[in-house]
T-cell receptor, first 114, second 114 residues
Framework: KAGVTQTPRYLIKTRGQQVTLSCSPI?????VSWYQQTPGQGLQFLFE???????NKGNFPGRFSGRQFSNSRSEMNVSTLELGDSALYLC?????????????FGPGTRLTVT | GESVGLHLPTLSVQEGDNSIINCAYS??????FIWYKQESGKGPQFIID?????DKRQGQRVTVLLNKTVKHLSLQIAATQPGDSAVYFC????FGSGTYKYIFGTGTRLKVLA
């Protein structure tokens, strides 16, 4: 089975711009979660989608949004980029949503905001 | 590759020795725990998991111990190899207030000395 894929792998944007990141989960997985990873804050949960519905949301401002399509692929959007948004954005998929399901991570998208 | 964490605690271990990585978790109601390994430039990779009704679980060269009394989790790696060099994260998965979430520890960098 192919693993979780994320595109693009690297991205450089200017402050004030917006960005869309894409995640394709493992075939058959219906839950997709997004995380932000920075050296200072570690891994922080952004949101989780299951069956095209946001099931869970972390403590991030409304500039961070996402969606999931009927094929379980997910996109994450960040509007009005700030320098502090520079981070590694990780996507993880699992067969179902809820407690006790192992999450498989993609390689991440490295976003640099200048 | 990307820097997962610039100021992570570091454990240096001689090749062939056993490694013990510790993690304190926050929620006594957490039901499920996972250890992840993250190598430079890659997303976290699942190592082993344990549910709250267990104290110990063994995998190939790895053992996870759970002490619910003090909310402590440890990962033991037997006969540590150079390929074990990475950042290791624990994650707790809990359900509460009608939702569930993953909380990740800050991570420990394991350096294997030849």
């Amino acid at each position: 089975k192919a693993g979780v894929t994320q595109t693009p792998r690297y991205l450089i944007k200017t402050r004030g711009q917006q960005v869309t990141l894409s995640c394709s989960p493992i075939s058959g997985h219906r839950s997709v979660s997004w995380y932000q990873q920075t050296p200072g804050q570690g891994l922080q949960f952004l949101f989780e989608y299951f069956s095209e519905t946001q099931r869970n949301k972390g403590n991030f401002p409304g500039r961070f949004s996402g969606r999931q399509f009927s094929n379980s692929r997910s996109e994450m959007n960040v509007s009005t980029l700030e320098l502090g948004d520079s981070a590694l954005y990780l996507c993880a998929s699992s067969p179902l949503a809820g407690v006790g399901y192992e999450q498989y991570f993609g390689p991440g998208t490295r976003l640099t905001v200048t | 590759g990307e820097s997962v964490g610039l100021h992570l605690p570091t454990l240096s271990v001689q090749e062939g020795d056993n490694s013990i990585i510790n993690c304190a978790y926050s929620n006594s109601a957490s039901d499920y725990f996972i250890w992840y390994k993250q190598e430079s430039g890659k997303g976290p990779q699942f190592i082993i998991d344990i549910r709250s009704n267990m104290d110990k679980r063994q995998g190939q060269r790895v053992t996870v111990l759970l002490n619910k009394t003090v909310k402590h989790l440890s990962l033991q790696i037997a006969a540590t190899q150079p390929g074990d060099s990475a950042v290791y994260f624990c994650a707790e998965n809990s359900f509460g207030s009608g939702t569930y979430k993953y909380i990740f520890g800050t991570g420990t960098r394991l350096k294997v000395l030849a």
